[in-house]
């Protein structure tokens, strides 16, 4: 997965899709936060897994996941569609 610069010092943000994207999850991604550990060691733990600001308003705007983020798995875990929205 293809990661970008968190939101403080040493973390990292992955956004991505999976087969749950537009079904039971926000169709154009969700992200997760990675924290590098011992050695570099990363995991991914997708219960963490949120919606960014445009999976409830479409006043907001959010990057896509580049291809490589695109699961072919489906990742129940995490935050799920926002109901309200429809």
């Given at each position: 997965?293809?990661?970008?610069?968190?939101?403080?010092?040493?973390?990292?943000?992955?956004?991505?899709?999976?087969?749950?994207?537009?079904?039971?999850?926000?169709?154009?991604?969700?992200?997760?936060?990675?924290?590098?550990?011992?050695?570099?060691?990363?995991?991914?733990d997708f219960n963490r897994?949120?919606?960014?600001?445009?999976?409830?308003?479409?006043?907001?705007?959010?990057?896509?996941?580049?291809?490589?983020?695109?699961?072919?798995?489906?990742?129940?875990?995490?935050?799920?569609?926002?109901?309200?929205?429809?």
């Amino acid at each position: 997965m293809t990661v970008f610069n968190g939101r403080t010092e040493g973390s990292y943000l992955a956004l991505f899709t999976d087969e749950t994207s537009g079904v039971t999850t926000y169709a154009a991604n969700r992200s997760v936060t990675v924290t590098p550990g011992p050695y570099g060691t990363v995991v991914l733990d997708f219960n963490r897994a949120t919606n960014l600001p445009c999976a409830y308003t479409e006043f907001a705007t959010c990057p896509l996941p580049p291809p490589e983020n695109r699961l072919p798995v489906a990742v129940e875990a995490g935050e799920q569609y926002p109901f309200e929205r429809d």
